[in-house]
């Protein structure tokens, strides 16, 4: 199969600091797979070089058969590839239902009403369609995160990016948002998630990918990577979380 | 994260709580009664000394409206200038960004008056003198009008200030905004319109009313380039009459009354762009 993202050779440099040494992967259509690491090992950094948040110095990303090349090739792909941050990032000065309105409105160019229904359904979904007309810093942060998954579902996208999405919460609501996010992977979205998150890597991953250094150094089976490794860097960092 | 954000969005209040009369409540209040005062006090002068307090209002009423015309006009262009500004300067273009620095520092660097006598007596014999040069009549034959020319230079000058506000605004929204509205598809133009600039907005607007009641101050400074506003025909009528002091009591009580009503509407506006927070 054709993947649906296509990583090739990708080189980041922060000034001085080599933040991405060559990283090449390929994700099919409806896998999910989760990267781990220590911190500064460039993995939100290459999470953020899919949709080109972040611009990279070498090499070649092509999503859904789209290279990231031009500018409004970049805009095409961000319409088909959903992100949720740690910080939420939810627009403050817009209620919860406008916020969700906002992409589908302007890109997807649908009506009023139907954005409406459409937000109102997705709200339903994660569990929280009575704070639609609520703000954004009047809820919990399970909800904020909850909320801004709507948001970038409300794109219909074909890939959703998670950036360390329950980092930022409070131990009794990051069940919350793994929920969602196990929905979403038991129907069949294609996922990307930087997470250390261990339960949900067991129960929806289908790949574990392990970045050190700016490289990727083992992948696998979340079994076979977790009870199984085979690197000495996974190892250390594995006794480090487990 | 939830009474992470509850802190941070209620500590400006609870560090004004402890000053008295700092509280928006409190100072409605008082504003008002200030407000109120001064009027009150303009009015028992007209009526009970009608000579000169009423003759001096009478003398200096067409200059209330041009001072009131002059600045608000200005204050239209000002944002409009401080906002386009604000946009260059934060921009990714370096040209559009140094151009825009260069203006700033350019013009925050010289009195606002030496400005506004430039473009009013030394900027037309130099247009006038391209005009004879090129062989254009209509250059050659400018005229300035005092109150177009009071207007320009109050926007240019005050532009450069506004600039810097709607500069500061922008910068202070978030980056996880720009990237969200970006990760959604939404254009540099769009995440602008739609997200930052509200946002940029609601910060900015104490200074923004700040700048407007400074602006109705400094608008008296265009009474030196040939423009009857209030103090200008104060003063015509302190050398008709030459009763300085009654004359500039007068003029000051009314500036006071437009200042005042100003920042009671800024902080009537402040209020309502609270929402959501």
């Known amino acids: ?242 | 994260m939830q009474s992470k954000s509850r802190i941070v969005g209620d500590a400006p209040e609870k560090v004004l709580s402890k000053v008295p009369g700092a509280r928006p409540e409190d100072r409605i209040d008082a504003w008002w009664g200030l407000f109120l005062g001064v009027v009150v006090l303009v009015v028992v002068l007209i009526i009970f000394w009608p000579d000169p307090y009423r003759r001096i209002l009478e003398f200096v009423a067409d200059g209330i409206l041009i001072t009131i015309v002059v600045t608000v006009v200005s204050f239209v262009l000002v944002v409009i200038v401080g906002l386009l500004g604000g946009l260059a300067r934060t921009a990714r273009n370096r040209y559009s960004r140094g151009f825009v620095s260069l203006y700033v520092e350019i013009i925050r660097g010289i009195p606002l008056l030496v400005q506004l006598i430039f473009w009013y007596y030394a900027l037309p014999p130099v247009i006038q003198g391209l005009g004879e040069l090129l062989g254009i009549q209509a250059l050659a034959t400018f005229a300035p009008d005092p109150i177009i020319m009071a207007i320009v230079g109050l926007t240019i000058g005050y532009g450069a200030y506004m600039t810097e506000v709607v500069r500061a605004g922008i910068q202070s929204v978030p980056k996880g905004q720009i990237e969200a509205a970006r990760s959604l598809g939404l254009t540099y133009r769009m995440a602008m319109q739609h997200v930052v600039l509200p946002q940029a907005f609601r910060t900015i607007l104490p200074a923004i009313g700040n700048e407007f009641i400074t602006l109705l101050k400094d608008s008296s400074l265009v009474s030196v380039v040939a423009v009857a506003d209030m103090t200008r025909r104060g003063r015509e009528f302190m050398s008709m009459t030459f009763i300085p002091f009654q004359t500039w009591i007068m003029v000051a009580l009314l500036y006071l009354i437009l200042t005042l009503f100003s920042a009671r509407v800024v902080s009537w506006l402040e209020k309502k762009a609270q929402v959501g927070r």
Do not use: W
């Open chain 1, 1 to 242: 199969m054709e993947p649906i993202i296509r990583i090739e050779n990708i080189h980041k440099y922060f000034g001085e600091v080599h933040a991405l040494r060559g990283v090449s992967l390929d994700i099919q259509p409806g896998e999910v797979v989760i990267v781990i690491g220590p911190s500064g090992s460039g993995k939100s950094t290459l999470l953020r070089c899919i949709n080109r948040l972040e611009e990279y110095d070498e090499g070649e990303i092509t999503v859904d058969g789209i290279p990231l090349d031009t500018a409004a090739n970049i805009n095409a792909v961000r319409t088909e590839v959903g992100m949720v941050f740690q910080q939420f990032n939810l627009f403050s000065h817009m209620t919860v239902l406008d916020n969700i309105n906002l992409a589908q409105r302007l890109i997807r160019k649908r009506s009023r009403a139907e954005c409406h229904r459409n937000s109102l359904a997705l709200l339903e979904r994660v569990g929280i369609p009575e704070k639609a007309q609520s703000y954004p810093l009047q809820l919990s942060g399970g909800q904020q995160q909850r909320v801004a998954i709507a948001r970038a579902l409300a794109m219909n996208p074909k890939i959703m990016l998670f950036d360390e999405p329950t980092s930022a919460l409070d131990p009794e609501m990051i069940k919350e948002v793994l929920d969602v996010m196990l929905d979403l992977a038991k129907e069949g979205m294609t996922m990307v998630v930087v997470s250390h998150e261990m339960g949900f890597a067991r129960a929806a991953a289908h790949r574990v990918i392990l970045m050190a250094d700016g490289e990727i150094v083992e992948q696998g089976p979340p079994d076979q990577v977790f009870e199984n490794p085979q690197h000495e860097r996974t190892k250390a960092f594995l006794s480090h979380i487990l």
